[in-house]
């Protein structure tokens, strides 16, 4: 399963607000297909497996996206389903993305939303949720979004089926309809660190950070994985203006791509990583 997810990255990596925000989000309600969801890619459809399909049980409009595990006689597993957008073009700081499902959870199954905006090629904001909630009736969901850069041009939003931690299970399946932006950031924009760097990297028993702080600030750091879950955080850490280190431990992780983020009041980072 661990060799599965990492080739899905490989293959991937002053209106009103819901009036602006389903013009930013191309068919945000599934109701176009062209084998997958125009706008939207199924990376496992080259491999001749298509577990996202479209259903007439829609929370909004005519069909919603049908998400299910699957057999893979390639993987001697069932895999999990998942779904990439396209580029989505933005121009603000959205609070959430908010949207509906209902569905069927099978063991440590989960639904999980990733979100990842960049400016200009940084990353400048990320949101994550997830749930094995069982439900039959159509359910609120709203994924948070944490900003470390500036305003981002564009989001990418990854719908992912299956289980965190290991193998699918038979049986698992999800609706998903009508995602939407909302609200606008009061945070502002925070000020990335100077002179960062990240050693070793790859890392094995540990990584080092270090970076420098304009101002005094109180940074809390999370190590994420792929599918945008933490992994390891640490408390709220007073640095004050100056050259730092903070140190994680990483023998502990499974080998592959990570994303150390570092956030306070007034300055932040985000830090790509490998673990071997």
């Known amino acids: 399963m661990k060799n599965f997810v990492h080739l899905l990255f490989g293959l991937l990596f002053t209106a009103s607000t819901s009036a602006f925000a389903q013009d930013m989000i191309p068919n945000h309600s599934f109701e176009q297909w062209d084998g997958a969801p125009v706008n939207w890619v199924n990376p496992l459809l080259f491999a001749g497996i298509n577990n996202i399909v479209q259903s007439t049980d829609a929370q909004s409009g005519d069909l919603s996206a049908r998400f299910f595990t699957m057999w893979s006689d390639n993987t ?20 959430t993305l908010n949207g509906w499902y209902k569905g069927v959870s099978v ?28 439900t039959s009736d159509w359910t609120t969901f709203s994924v948070p979004i944490t900003y ?42 925070r000020q990335l660190v100077s002179e960062l760097t990240a050693t070793p990297n790859p890392a094995t028993d540990h990584i080092n950070l270090q970076f420098t702080l304009p101002g005094a600030d109180q940074l809390t750091f999370e190590l994420i994985n792929r ?49 071997r």
């Open 227 to 275: 599918q945008g879950a933490v992994q390891k955080f640490s408390s709220p850490t007073h640095f004050t203006a100056g050259q730092h280190t903070h140190q994680f431990q990483t023998a502990d992780l499974a080998s592959g791509m990570y994303m150390i983020r570092a956030q306070g009041s007034k300055y932040g980072f985000v830090q790509k990583i490998m673990v």
């Open 107 to 134: 063991g440590d199954d989960v639904l999980a939303i990733n979100i990842l905006l960049y400016n200009d090629g940084s990353i400048s904001g990320t949101g994550y949720f997830s749930t094995g909630e069982t």
């Open 76 to 95: 001697s597993e069932f895999v999990p389903a998942t779904l990439n957008s396209l580029p989505a073009p933005v121009t603000e700081m959205h609070t």
């Open 148 to 189: 470390i850069g500036s305003t981002p041009t564009e989001a990418y939003i990854y719908i992912i089926v299956g289980s965190e931690s290991g193998d699918a299970h038979e049986g698992t399946e999800y609706l998903v309809d009508n995602l939407t932006w909302d609200g606008a950031s009061a945070i502002g924009d």
